[in-house]
């Protein structure tokens, strides 16, 4: 029977396939939680990364203190170096704990009813630093106790110059400490690489479908019925391949739209980034994105068809999802800066893109073309190796 | 017109085709019997050219599946004991499916679908989803998939299995209706009243090889056995071929 249309066979199999997924309630639901709340979780996490890079800058610290009518002028040098403070009335451990667990103050500061009497004495007067470590808190209390050493050192040296000896032999050495840290631009790296997050989901959207319409249909022994057509076993890959790719582009598209957002609302000009992306733009970084698109559909439809079982298909299939998060474990302990050749690997190639633009840095076309060849080659090996290992006898005998 | 000239296919050491001859007319419905494991599927599946065969000729209406399986299988219609539905698609969508991959325009589609359902009495179940069908229901629609291209060869692999009478009437209607229109029918089957009533020619394979080829009434006569079961077990030297 000659053909009397000329609608490629392959779109014939990726509308059929998507037909059917889209009726299906378990792939529908996970492409919307992934492309809605996903994003979300993302950038929730983001925000707290970066709400914690700047507290300490930002807050200040806040102490409470007992027992502090006893020392107006240690209070008056607190105040003097930005704490704030807050006096409190005589309270017992347990209050003490309890007022900790708000986590609103790095310490309680109690000051023992027989400090005056002992400073007035010349004796070490006691107080005690009550602090949670838990907290988080640990570097403004670090901070707290070098302001009330170094108010001790004053008072000792107040002490000595009385009594004339010059305060300078209590310091022998002079320790003078230089931070060559660029603060925000430090965990503005960080965050830029966590950006490569919003590329987890593609290897997720599509799998499902990658998996039922290859090792599923095998599985279900429906895949003979199919292959005994007048079609090529490239053509019927390549369908199903398509199918799972433009539903991980979907997928993708939508979730970046709604990363867009997210990002959009992040405060990530205080880690020196910022996210002002027009639409043109982002649709830029889709259509760059859709090659990886094509790479994983191809790499789950080859990994599917290689396995003997659906259960085999889903756990190899599985273990392909780890890989986007490999750069986001790595690149950190590496410390690399953005080379031209990260564009190439997939994954990576979209986190550094991502990086660039929104350090606000101009890429130029290079890599935009990295981001796509790679992807795009190792896509058509993946389905060739499919396509050739549906024409092998093996693979028939096994239907 | 199928031609199978001594085709010989061995996975490592089982030779699972030893020497299969013989000729299926247009026109003419065919019986394929063979006990368990004779070959049969094997044979099936080196006729639309998805396993390629060691030695021998076949000529789908002369066309070589091993040299042009999209040729071959163009002009075959197969039906195996795996149906191939999808339970998301409704009956109506699996058959545009698999029109508009034989290569048929949306008229003729449509067209053959108003006759298959007519011949296979389809109209309860066209436009429902294919999951939770009955046996019966899902050969049917397995059915009107292999006919709906209209092929000139027809490989059915026990196509009765599961039908209730009626549904059993209809399909015979209808494949005696497309041997009238010159179609070639290859029937693999154990029923032997099936192949009496249904069929023009037998071929007997067992062990992978061809051990008789004639109408039933020939099979007999060689046999000297006046039951065609009889004569079937006969001719393949055992009891293991009475399956139904």
Same mark, same amino acid.
């Given at each position: 029977m ?38 979300a ?68 500061l ?41 108010y ?54 599509g ?5 039922d ?8 022994r ?48 205080e ?29 789950q ?20 999802t ?11 302990m ?66 | 017109?199928?031609?199978? @000239? ?7 050491? %089982? ?64 039906? @195996? ?5 999808y339970?998301?698609?409704? @009956?109506?969508?699996?058959?545009r ?13 449509a ?53 209730? %009478? ?20 290859i ?45 079937? %077990? ?11």
């Amino acid at each position: 029977m000659k053909r009397h249309t000329t609608t490629p066979l392959w779109f014939v199999v990726m509308y059929k396939e998507l037909l059917e997924a889209l009726r299906e309630k378990r792939t529908l639901t996970m492409l919307l939680m992934l492309t809605l709340l996903y994003p979300a979780l993302v950038g929730f996490f983001l925000h707290t990364t970066i709400e914690r890079s700047t507290r300490t800058e930002k807050a200040g610290i806040e102490l409470a203190v007992i027992g502090g009518a006893q020392a107006p002028n240690l209070l008056a040098h607190l105040r003097e170096k930005s704490v704030k403070v807050s006096e409190r009335a005589p309270m017992d451990d347990t209050a003490i704990k309890a007022l900790l667990s708000e986590k609103k103050f790095v310490g309680v500061l109690r000051l023992e009813p027989e400090f005056s009497s002992y400073y007035a004495e010349v004796r070490p007067a006691p107080l005690a630093l009550w602090f949670d470590s838990s907290a988080d808190k640990d570097e403004q209390r670090r901070e707290l106790e070098g302001i009330l050493r170094d108010y001790a050192n004053g008072i000792a040296g107040a002490r000595l110059e009385a009594h004339g000896v010059s305060p300078a032999v209590l310091v022998p050495l002079r320790l003078e400490r230089y931070d060559t840290s660029d603060g925000a631009g430090g965990a503005g790296k960080r965050i830029g690489l966590y950006l490569g997050m919003f590329f987890v989901p593609v290897f997720l959207f599509g799998l499902s479908m990658a998996i039922d319409t290859t090792a599923g249909e095998r599985e279900r022994r429906s895949l003979e019925v199919l292959m005994a057509q007048p079609m090529r076993a490239r053509e019927l890959v390549a369908g199903k391949w398509l199918a799972a790719s433009a539903l991980a582009a979907i997928g993708l598209g939508c979730e970046l739209i709604v990363a867009h957002g997210v990002l959009s609302l992040l405060p990530l000009e205080e880690m020196g980034l910022s996210w002002r992306l027009g639409l043109p733009m982002l649709a830029v970084v889709i259509v760059a994105a859709l090659p990886l698109c094509l790479f994983v559909g191809a790499v789950q439809v080859a990994l599917a068809m290689n396995s003997k079982t659906f259960k085999e298909a889903q756990a190899s299939a599985g273990i392909l999802t780890t890989l986007p998060m490999l750069p986001l474990l790595i690149m950190p302990m590496l410390d690399l800066s953005t080379q031209t050749w990260m564009y190439a690997v997939p994954v990576l190639g979209n986190q550094t893109m991502f990086q660039a633009i929104a350090a606000g840095k101009a890429i130029g076309a290079l890599p935009y073309l990295l981001t796509c060849v790679l992807p795009l080659l190792l896509a058509w090996a993946a389905v060739e190796f499919a396509a050739r290992r549906m024409r092998s006898e093996q693979y028939v005998m096994g239907i | 017109m199928i031609e199978v @000239t001594d085709i010989h296919k061995r996975f490592g050491a %089982v030779h699972a085709l030893a020497g299969v001859s013989f000729t299926a007319a247009d026109g003419r419905a065919t019986a394929l019997l063979g006990p368990n494991g004779a070959g049969k599927t094997t044979l099936m599946r080196t006729l639309v050219g998805l396993l390629s065969r060691d030695r021998g000729t076949v000529g789908i209406d002369g066309i070589d599946p091993a040299a042009d399986p999209l040729g071959a299988r163009r002009n075959i219609g197969l039906l @195996t004991d795996q149906f191939g539905l999808y339970e998301r698609l409704s @009956t109506r969508e699996y058959l545009r499916y698999f029109g508009r991959i034989n290569g048929m325009d949306k008229a003729a589609i449509a067209r053959r679908i108003d006759e298959v359902t007519e011949l296979l009495g389809l109209d309860d179940i066209l436009d429902r989803s294919c999951r939770g069908f009955s046996q019966g229901q899902r050969i049917k629609v397995a059915l009107a998939r292999t006919l709906l291209h209209r092929p000139r060869n027809l490989l059915l692999d026990e196509p009765t299995r599961g039908l209730d %009478v009626m549904s059993t009437r209809a399909l015979r209607r209808a494949l005696a209706a497309m041997r009238a229109e010159g179609c070639c029918i290859i029937l693999a089957t154990h029923v032997m009243q099936e192949v009496t009533q249904l069929c023009d020619d037998v071929i007997v394979i067992a062990k992978g090889q061809t051990v008789a080829q004639g109408s039933p009434q020939e099979l007999c006569r060689q046999t000297g056995i006046a039951s065609l079961e009889d004569a079937f %077990v006969h001719l393949v030297g055992t009891e293991e071929g009475i399956a139904a």
